[in-house]
């Protein structure tokens, strides 16, 4: 039922009201937060969950709309558990329920213990012992408070900024707050209270909007979430988006800059990523795929950052997991301190590269035949999928955690051993799929 990041699937068949009341209900061994992100299911399932939870005898804390990161800071507040309605960077028609507590999503062994709770059938107090629904109105402004420390206020102040933020999603409910109180001048847009005008993922391809809007108003740099706000990608002063890898070597320099220490990231990081935390005079720890395995390192090796290629990033004095609503802030800072976005990213040269997806009707049987038929040379892992390292280059297959896909993620050292390596995975996935 879990994947690598709570329960996610297609609303009304895989996600459904009982569903989210079972879950609630069988996660409510404490007072539980609820928050949700814009989709239009969202508020069907928000309404299961506390039905669930005061159901069992516990209070259902509402948070509202609000991004998952401060969803996490709420477990913390009220120290309770924590359920978030989303399906994060899915379409629409999707939802799901992250389970979180004391600031990071729950381990295995968490979820296994709501997972017999759950096939233990619903929890029902007494009638006289019901629990409340209890709403929080003030958690926006006591996370702000949290991160503040965080944030060089003054520096981003004096260089009044420019920012154009693409919310689409929960994070209209902050972030724009957060980027004006730091003295930016905004361009807010798709901050609707309901449904996504673009599809959620932050990718290069669905950004047109805000890379025009960029250039239109003259801005420093553009900032666009996912539809629960975890995830944050950058757009420079020219309208063009900034590859990913670079984004997040652009962070981990600028975190090591603040403190030496060591930085965790997966399986799926580019060598950019190796050669920027050398560069900082950090050590790289490597996790599979998953803000869940990122977070828990980040609190094991005792890290000051962890960071995956997607624009989650996890900050050691935060909560621990990915918050783009902290990323956001933290690229401003970047600007603020270290001048034009372009020119920062221009320092880094990424390998050619191809991160692709594959639909397939069962993962794991997609999965096993790649494992029997693969010949490509080189060291092979399985932490996370299949990886092979090569002198000249290195692959990943895995099977996605939220979606029906395998994943192929390749990077070489040349455009020709690219070009040979992928023509060999891409014929390798194509007959298992």
């Known amino acids: 039922m879990f994947g690598t990041s709570g329960i996610r699937g297609l609303y009304g068949s895989e996600i459904t009201p009982l569903l989210a009341l079972r879950i609630a209900n069988a996660f409510s061994y404490s007072n539980v937060v609820i928050a949700k992100d814009t989709r239009r299911s969202g508020p069907l399932l928000e309404k299961a969950a506390f039905a669930g939870i005061t159901a069992s005898g516990k209070d259902a804390i509402s948070a509202g709309i609000v991004p998952t990161p401060v969803l ?10 924590g359920i978030m309605i989303t399906a994060s960077h899915n379409p629409p028609e999707y939802n799901g329920l992250k389970l979180i507590s004391a600031g990071k999503e729950i381990t295995k062994p968490e979820e296994e213990k709501v997972l017999s709770n759950y096939e233990s059938g619903i929890k029902l107090t007494s009638w006289d012992s019901t ?23 003054e520096a981003i102040a004096a260089a009044a900024p420019k920012v154009v933020v693409d919310c689409n999603g929960a994070a209209y409910s902050i972030t724009p707050k957060l980027l004006l109180q ?45 539809g629960d706000g975890d995830r944050i990608a950058l757009i420079d002063e020219n309208g063009n988006f900034v590859n990913m890898d670079v984004q997040l070597s652009l962070m981990i320099l600028h975190e090591l800059e603040k403190k030496k220490g060591k930085i965790v990231s997966t399986v799926e990081s580019s060598l950019i990523i190796k050669d920027a935390v050398e560069q900082g005079g950090g050590e790289l720890i490597i996790t599979p795929v998953g803000s869940t395995y990122v977070g828990d390192a980040l609190e094991k090796e005792n890290a000051i950052f962890g960071g995956e290629p997607a624009g989650e990033y996890v900050y050691s004095e935060g909560v621990y997991v990915p918050d783009g609503v902290l990323g956001a802030a933290k690229f401003v800072e970047i600007f603020a301190k270290k001048g034009k976005i372009s020119e920062l990213a221009d320092k880094f040269k990424p390998y050619p590269m191809v991160r692709e997806k594959y639909p397939t009707k069962d993962r794991k049987a997609a999965m096993n035949k790649i494992l029997d038929s693969i010949d490509i040379p080189g060291e092979v892992s399985n932490i996370d999928g299949i990886r092979i390292d090569a002198d000249e280059y290195w692959l990943l297959i895995r099977p996605s955690g939220t979606e029906p896909i395998i994943r192929l993620t390749l990077e070489a050292k040349t455009k020709e051993k690219l070009e040979e390596i992928h023509t060999k995975a891409k014929k390798l996935i194509e007959a298992s799929v």
């Not at 996490?72 to 558990?81: E, F, R, V």
């Not at 001048?185 to 798709?190: C, E, Q, W």
């Open 182 to 226: 730091l003295g930016c001048t905004l361009i807010p847009i798709n901050t609707q209270e309901e449904g996504f005008k673009r599809p959620s993922e932050p990718a290069e391809k669905n950004l047109s909007e805000l890379k025009e809007k960029v250039v239109e108003v003259g801005a420093d740099l553009g900032l666009a979430h996912d």
């Open 72 to 81: 996490a800071y709420a477990t913390l507040k009220h120290k309770a558990n």
């Open 131 to 153: 629990g409340a629904v209890i709403p929080d109105a003030e958690l926006v402004d006591n996370y702000l408070e949290f991160i503040s420390p965080l944030i060089d206020a």
